[in-house]
Each structure stands twice: as structure tokens, then as C-alpha cells.
């Protein structure tokens, strides 16, 4: 049985390409680990620009989203990073031995400093090129391997992050001693949901081409008869002739249960429209019993602070485990 960590920025609404290629893959995990940790990742969060005045909001509605979605608090733990300071404690001894060359080519350091770049935001120039940005993955292995995890269910953009990850646990093994475990990524079908909008980007927390777990019954339905179609007429799954309908196929198929070829069969004859027709009705009938549970949540805002607190309480004692282990190698202590 593997130790699993996950998470999340709290950088926008959670929308279904992080349930699907994320959270969906944690209630399984959860049930069949020794020890499950799902962090909103907060620290990561404010590398990019964000708005100070409701940052805590935001990050409970994520607290929320993970409740709502099913993490049991009796399974996993569930955590605010910044709660957790040896997060950041590990980052810095990481970043002792992270060359610069590992961070500054990577894809997603690229198109984030891209966006900030070009964002029209107004704060926007303050955040432009920050050293956080740069040492964003490296908070990220610290995450990882503070509690010595060896599974990472994430969507396929992330698999650099973990390969730099397990860079840097092989490089301290070998400076130190052996302290860290190999991690592997825990990717799966739904991986890579992409835009309604642009079917060759991903979907993401910052456009309005994806679909928010929070969305109304009508904002969905809008979302989807407003989102591309391929040419020709055949419902069928082809991701190089047919992307778009191959990515809502995708989306019926891993929130309905039934399979791809069964859904092409099904919409044999039928038209893209009743295809998407049917499809909004399955994601707004799977969102409904979630939007009921998070309402819930949100009433009970005591019950939700005990959790996270109960949770960081046990996450600061493994981390200090570890890091008391670290901190001895390197002649800390
Ligand atoms: P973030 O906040 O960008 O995304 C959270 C999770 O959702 C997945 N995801 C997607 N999956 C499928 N289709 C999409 N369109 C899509 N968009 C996002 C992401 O792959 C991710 O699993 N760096 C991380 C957060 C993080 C983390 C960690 C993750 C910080 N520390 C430690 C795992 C372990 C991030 O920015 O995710």
C-alpha cells in the first residue's frame, strides 16, 4: 500500500477537468492507502497574482469542494499548506541542491510566466518573474516527499513536476543518505480534459471555456451547446480528426460510467446537438448530489475548522518526523 499526496491551488473555481483528473482518482486511492494527504496548496497559490481580500474564502471553497467530492476525513488528511510550515522549511533545504537549469526550462514555469506576462490584470507587473514562480516545483517535491509519499494522482500536466521531484529525493539520497522513496504518478483516463472552448488547450481555472463544479443547471447547459464541435456529424471518438467530441465523449463517458463505444453506438444517427443535449443533463444530474453536499458543508463552518485542524495537527507531526531525519543527515541537528 503506497502513501499518497495530492493538491490543489486555490487560484479559481474548481472545475470538472480537476475532478476528473485529480479527485476522482483520490476517493479511490484513499480507500486502499496507508496514509492519504490532499493539501490546498496555498503557498503555491500566491506565486501568481491573487486578490488578498477573499484568498481565505477561496481557500475553503476548496476545503469544501473536497469534502463535497467525498474525501473522508476519516481516510485522508486534509490540509491547508501554509498550515503545515515544514512545507516550506523542506523547500529551502531543497532548494539548496536544485540547480536553476532543472526549474527554468520547464513548461509550465514557461506559460505561467507567459500569463502573468500578458495578463491584463493590474497587479500583474509586481508578479512578473518572481523568484516563487521559478522555485514553484521545488515547494511542490517538498510537499511530496515531506511526508514520504510514494504515489501522486495528478492530470498529465504535472508529470514534470513529479519527475523533478524525484530528481531532487535522488540527488539528497545520494549527498546524505537514503531518506526519500521513488514516487510515482498516479495518472489515468481523464487526465487531460480540455477547453469547451479549444479543444487543443486544457481545460483551466482561468477561462470560461471549462465547466466549474459549482456551475448552475443553466450555466452548464449554456456551456455545452456553446462549446466547438468537429466537422462532419458522427459522434465517434477520434482524438486526431474529431478532438472536440472525442473530449466531451471523454467527459460522458468518465461521469455517466458507460463506455465510449457504447455512447457512439447510442448516438449512432443522432445529431452533434441531441448528443450535447443529453450530455449537459448527465453532468448537471452527476454536479447535483455534489452542489447538495457542499451547501451542507458550508453550513456547518465549526465543523469544517475542526477537521483541518485535527488534520494539520497529525500532518505537522509526520513532517517533523521526517524533517528531524533530514535535519540530522545534513548535520542540523
Ligand atoms: P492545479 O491546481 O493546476 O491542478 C490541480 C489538479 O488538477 C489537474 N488538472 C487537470 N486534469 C485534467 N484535465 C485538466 N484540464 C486539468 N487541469 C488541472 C492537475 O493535473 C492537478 O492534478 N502544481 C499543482 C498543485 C500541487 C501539487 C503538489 C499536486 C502543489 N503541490 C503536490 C500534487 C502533489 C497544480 O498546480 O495543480
Redesign the pocket.
Known amino acids: 500500500m503506497a502513501k499518497i499526496?495530492?493538491?490543489?491551488?486555490?487560484?479559481g473555481k474548481?472545475?470538472?477537468?480537476?475532478y476528473?483528473?485529480?479527485?476522482k482518482n483520490w476517493l479511490e486511492l484513499q480507500n486502499d492507502s496507508e496514509q492519504a494527504i490532499f493539501?490546498v496548496?496555498d503557498y503555491?497559490?500566491i506565486t501568481t497574482p491573487y486578490d488578498s481580500t477573499t484568498y481565505k474564502q477561496q481557500v475553503n471553497d476548496v476545503v469544501l469542494d473536497y469534502l463535497a467530492a467525498g474525501i473522508d476525513p476519516d481516510k485522508s488528511l486534509l490540509i491547508r499548506?501554509s498550515k503545515v510550515p515544514q512545507h516550506t522549511e523542506l523547500a529551502w533545504i531543497f532548494n539548496t541542491i536544485t540547480p536553476i537549469g532543472w526549474l527554468d526550462r520547464l513548461p509550465?514555469y514557461r506559460e505561467k510566466l507567459d500569463q502573468v506576462e500578458h495578463s491584463s490584470d493590474i497587479s500583474a507587473k509586481s508578479y512578473q518573474n518572481n523568484l516563487a514562480l521559478l522555485a514553484?516545483?521545488v515547494?511542490?517535491a517538498a510537499?511530496?516527499l515531506l511526508y514520504k509519499?510514494s504515489l501522486?494522482?495528478?492530470?498529465?500536466?504535472?508529470k514534470q513536476?513529479?519527475d523533478l521531484?524525484n530528481e531532487i529525493g535522488s540527488k539528497f539520497n545520494h549527498l546524505f543518505g537514503e531518506v526519500f522513496p521513488n514516487v510515482k504518478t498516479h495518472i489515468v483516463q481523464?487526465?487531460?480534459?480540455?477547453?469547451l472552448q479549444d479543444p487543443t488547450k486544457?481545460?483551466?481555472?482561468t477561462g470560461d471555456d471549462?465547466i466549474a463544479l459549482s456551475d448552475e443547471p443553466d450555466v452548464i447547459r449554456a456551456k455545452i451547446k456553446k462549446a466547438v464541435t468537429d466537422s462532419g456529424k458522427e459522434v465517434k471518438y477520434d482524438e486526431k480528426e474529431k478532438p472536440a467530441i472525442s473530449n466531451l465523449l471523454t467527459i460522458y463517458h468518465l461521469l455517466s460510467g458507460k463506455e465510449v463505444n457504447a455512447i457512439e453506438k447510442e448516438y449512432g444517427g443522432k445529431s452533434y446537438v441531441e448528443f450535447k443535449n443529453d450530455l449537459a443533463e448527465v453532468v448537471v444530474s452527476f454536479l447535483k448530489p455534489f452542489q447538495e453536499k457542499k451547501k451542507e458543508f458550508e453550513n456547518n463552518p465549526k465543523g469544517i475548522m475542526k477537521i483541518l485542524e485535527v488534520s494539520e495537527e497529525k500532518a505537522r507531526k509526520l513532517a517533523d518526523n521526517t524533517l528531524v531525519e533530514i535535519k540530522d543527515k545534513m548535520g542540523l541537528l
Open positions: 499526496f495530492s493538491g490543489i491551488r486555490p487560484s474548481l472545475h470538472l477537468g480537476n476528473l483528473g485529480a479527485i493539501a496548496v503555491h497559490g499548506q509550465n514553484y516545483p515547494l511542490m510537499d511530496i509519499s501522486v494522482p495528478v492530470g498529465d500536466d504535472q513536476h513529479i521531484t481523464g487526465a487531460r480534459i480540455m477547453s486544457k481545460m483551466s481555472k471549462g
